[in-house]
């Protein structure tokens, strides 16, 4: 048994690997979060509950119909998509030509409803979700056991980001989506269909969050205020990395998530309030975010 | 302008008709409750409502006053007043940090800062061993006024919450009728335009929010001397949230929609108390009602309809 700067080595490994999880939850949902925002204006509030939705649907469908966690990894994320489908097609189209505050308070309310409606059906207790047989048990890695599930969650994170960031930046559809970011009337006068591509893309930031919630359905117990505990902290990963940048909002998810991590092992009364800190510090240095355009 | 003034006018000296009549009609710790939450929606209005600062993180100031006021009545044995005063000025103390910090963005980031802030200062009641943890501060001694007057009845007490919210409500209304609340309604129509005309616009958010987070740490600290208790509800995001709402069913820059919107709120929150998060539900609809088809809130409605500026 070996020790790191006093701590010993799989206490330190063990939180650095907590950390990468929580920092790909963060990724991906910033991501989604900023995607949405650069489209929308709208910062959605509602993203804690869709993350959370992910996770319920993914065990509604393995205890109502019997269908197992790989079906659900892309059925949960895509019953939820619809869904965020026809909410924007019903209620958020109408926010555009107001203040952008509206967004806010809109989407606030909405996931007072959904945390409410869950926590009527299913309590606040929490239920588990068993890992799937095939990513149960652990690998020795020599200097740390590594369950496999957790390996496969930060594996997936990864692969994840960096798909929506070819998505984004290496495809003709991104392109579009980045024209239509800057400047949606000129888009709409080449004959793209805009408001098609705003609907889409609000789904699609949704199911990435609910996607995001299949996979910690079995780190974490399925539960209505799931949502909300992570979607605070992931506002001071967008305010550090600035909304700008798909890439920053990557770097800075999984970044976070590991300073959070080490400071469990040096120092865990603070390991809550930490990533507040750093938003803190990055707001005196470089107020627009470290990867952000000064707005 | 001289026509507004007097609606007013009439309209304050029926809320303090209201104030001095209503603990004969309803449960005085009832409408105490009312009170400490109409004087917070009221401090919060001051930002959204005159400046077009959306401060998403309110119960931080609101729980700090409480908290403090809580603590200093009962392990330093202060008089009410006194420790009133004290969660006030604490709450102002942090205001000017967070606002400092926080007027350095604009819009929704402004929103999601302040948002982030307040779960700092949540983290830090739940570790932070004078808040009591979970448990939070009990038992908390309501004292003698000035020394002198004992608030154990819910009478006199009521008369203390009452004069503390007529007044806390006057001092915010002279600020926004004051030329410095013209300034401030300069900067929410166009602050490009109100920086030109040479007004250092981050003193005046600074001074704005500072003043609303003053009276934020009163209304928790009254609050606190009420009910005995101060807890992590106070400071938890679903307060700052409830602020929103009461302001925004209320009336946004309305002078007495806070008022209302706190009324209706905390009545539908007793009402509907023994039906657990059907609450939360409820809360989450008025919201998504409001913002699509009831922005102006019900004092902003009944104004528009009389047109009156009330």
């Given at each position: 048994?070996f020790?790191?700067?006093?701590?010993?080595a799989?206490?330190?490994?063990?939180?650095?690997?907590?950390?990468?999880?929580n920092?790909?939850?963060?990724?991906?949902?910033?991501?989604?979060?900023?995607v949405i925002?650069?489209m929308?204006?709208?910062?959605n509030f509602?993203?804690?509950?869709?993350f959370m939705m992910?996770?319920?649907?993914?065990?509604?469908?393995?205890?109502?119909?019997?269908i197992?966690?790989?079906?659900?990894?892309?059925?949960a994320p895509?019953?939820v998509?619809?869904f965020?489908?026809?909410?924007?097609?019903t209620?958020?189209?109408?926010?555009?030509?107001l203040?952008?505050l509206?967004?806010?308070l809109?989407?606030?309310?909405?996931?007072l409803?959904?945390?409410?409606?869950?926590?009527?059906?299913y309590?606040?207790s929490?239920?588990?979700y068993q890992?799937?047989?095939?990513?149960g048990?652990?690998?020795?890695l020599?200097?740390?056991?590594l369950p496999?599930?957790?390996?496969?969650v930060?594996?997936v994170?990864l692969?994840?980001?960096i798909?929506?960031?070819m998505?984004i930046?290496?495809?003709?559809l991104g392109?579009?989506?980045?024209?239509?970011?800057?400047?949606?009337a000129?888009?709409?006068?080449?004959g793209?269909?805009?408001p098609?591509?705003?609907?889409l893309?609000?789904?699609?930031?949704?199911?990435?969050?609910?996607?995001a919630?299949?996979l910690?359905?079995?780190i974490?117990?399925?539960?209505?205020?799931?949502g909300?505990?992570f979607?605070?902290?992931?506002?001071?990963?967008?305010?550090?990395?600035g909304?700008?940048?798909?890439?920053?909002?990557?770097?800075s998810?999984?970044?976070?998530?590991?300073?959070e991590?080490l400071?469990?092992?040096?120092?865990?009364?603070?390991?809550?309030t930490?990533i507040?800190?750093?938003?803190?510090?990055?707001?005196?240095?470089?107020?627009?975010g470290?990867?952000?355009?000064?707005? | 302008?001289?026509?507004?003034?007097?609606t007013?006018?009439?309209?304050?000296?029926?809320?303090i008709?209201?104030?001095?009549?209503?603990?004969g009609?309803?449960?005085?710790?009832?409408?105490?409750k009312?009170?400490?939450?109409?004087?917070f929606?009221?401090?919060?209005?001051?930002?959204?409502?005159?400046?077009?600062?959306?401060s998403?993180?309110?119960?931080?100031?609101?729980?700090?006053?409480?908290?403090v006021?809580?603590?200093?009545?009962?392990n330093w044995?202060?008089?009410?007043?006194?420790?009133?005063?004290?969660g006030?000025?604490?709450?102002?103390?942090l205001g000017t940090?967070?606002?400092?910090?926080?007027?350095?963005?604009?819009?929704?980031y402004f929103?999601?800062i302040?948002?982030?802030?307040a779960?700092?200062?949540?983290?830090?009641?739940?570790e932070?061993?004078?808040?009591?943890?979970e448990?939070?501060?009990q038992?908390?001694?309501?004292?003698?006024?000035?020394?002198?007057?004992s608030?154990?009845?819910?009478m006199?007490?009521y008369?203390l919450?009452?004069?503390?919210?007529?007044?806390?409500?006057?001092?915010?209304?002279?600020?926004?009728?004051?030329?410095?609340?013209?300034?401030?309604?300069a900067?929410?129509?166009?602050?490009?335009r109100?920086?030109?005309?040479?007004?250092?616009?981050?003193?005046?958010?600074?001074i704005?929010?500072?003043?609303?987070?003053?009276?934020?740490?009163?209304a928790g600290?009254?609050k606190?001397?009420?009910?005995?208790?101060?807890?992590?509800?106070?400071?938890?995001?679903?307060?700052?949230?409830?602020?929103?709402?009461?302001?925004?069913?209320?009336?946004l820059?309305t002078?007495?929609?806070?008022?209302?919107?706190?009324?209706?709120v905390?009545?539908?929150e007793?009402?509907?108390a023994?039906?657990?998060?059907?609450?939360?539900?409820?809360?989450?609809?008025?919201?998504?009602?409001?913002?699509?088809?009831?922005?102006r809130?019900?004092?902003?409605?009944i104004?528009?309809?009389?047109?009156?500026?009330?």
């Open positions: 048994m020790s790191i700067f006093g701590v010993p799989p206490l330190l490994f063990g939180q650095l690997l907590l950390g990468l999880i920092g790909g939850f963060y990724a991906m949902l910033s991501l989604g979060l900023a925002f650069g929308l204006n709208i910062i509602a993203h804690g509950a869709m992910g996770a319920f649907v993914a065990w509604m469908l393995l205890n109502y119909l019997g197992n966690y790989w079906f659900a990894l892309p059925l895509l019953i998509g619809v965020g489908f026809v909410l924007e097609k209620i958020i189209s109408r926010l555009y030509k203040d952008h509206y967004g806010l809109l989407t606030f309310g909405l996931a409803v959904l945390e409410g409606l869950f926590r009527n059906g309590g606040s929490g239920m588990p890992i799937p047989a095939l990513l048990g652990a690998v020795n020599g200097f740390m056991f496999i599930y957790r390996g496969w930060i594996v994170a692969v994840v980001c798909a929506t960031w998505l930046e290496k495809t003709k392109s579009l989506l980045r024209a239509a970011t800057e400047n949606p000129l888009v709409q006068a080449f793209v269909n805009v098609r591509l705003v609907t893309t609000f789904a699609g930031g949704v199911a990435l969050a609910a996607f919630g299949v910690a359905a079995p974490y117990s399925v539960n209505p205020n799931m909300s505990n979607i605070n902290t992931v506002f001071a990963v967008v305010v550090i990395g909304m700008g940048s798909i890439f920053g909002a990557i770097v998810g999984f970044g976070l998530g590991v300073i991590g400071t469990k092992v040096f120092y865990p009364q603070a390991s809550d930490v507040f800190v750093v938003m803190v510090l990055v707001l005196l240095t470089r107020p627009a470290l990867f952000g355009k000064a707005a | 302008m001289r026509g507004q003034r007097n007013q006018i009439i309209a304050f000296l029926i809320l008709a209201l104030v001095i009549a209503a603990p009609m309803l449960y005085p710790v009832f409408v105490m009312v009170l400490c939450f109409a004087l929606a009221c401090a919060f209005n001051l930002l959204i409502g005159y400046v077009g600062l959306l998403f993180g309110h119960a931080a100031f609101f729980g700090l006053g409480a908290y006021t809580a603590w200093t009545a009962k044995g202060l008089t009410p007043e006194v420790a009133i005063l004290l006030g000025v604490s709450g102002a103390a940090v967070f606002g400092g910090l926080a007027i350095r963005r604009h819009g929704l929103a999601m302040t948002l982030a802030l779960q700092m200062v949540y983290f830090f009641c739940v932070a061993p004078f808040t009591g943890g448990d939070g501060i038992q908390v001694p309501r004292g003698k006024l000035f020394g002198v007057f608030l154990a009845n819910d006199s007490i008369w919450v009452a004069a503390i919210f007529l007044i806390g409500f006057f001092l915010l209304n002279r600020a926004v009728h004051s030329p410095f609340g013209q300034v401030l309604k900067i929410r129509e166009n602050e490009p109100a920086t030109s005309l040479g007004y250092r616009i981050d003193s005046y958010k600074l704005a929010f500072i003043l609303s987070t003053f009276i934020a740490g009163i600290g009254t606190s001397l009420v009910f005995g208790i101060a807890t992590l509800t106070d400071v938890h995001w679903s307060m700052s949230g409830e602020v929103v709402l009461m302001t925004l069913l209320g009336g820059g002078v007495f929609g806070p008022v209302m919107g706190a009324l209706v905390t009545a539908m007793n009402y509907l023994p039906f657990g998060a059907w609450v939360t539900v409820t809360q989450g609809l008025i919201f998504i009602a409001c913002v699509l088809a009831f922005r809130g019900i004092i902003g409605e104004g528009a309809r009389l047109k009156l500026a009330l």
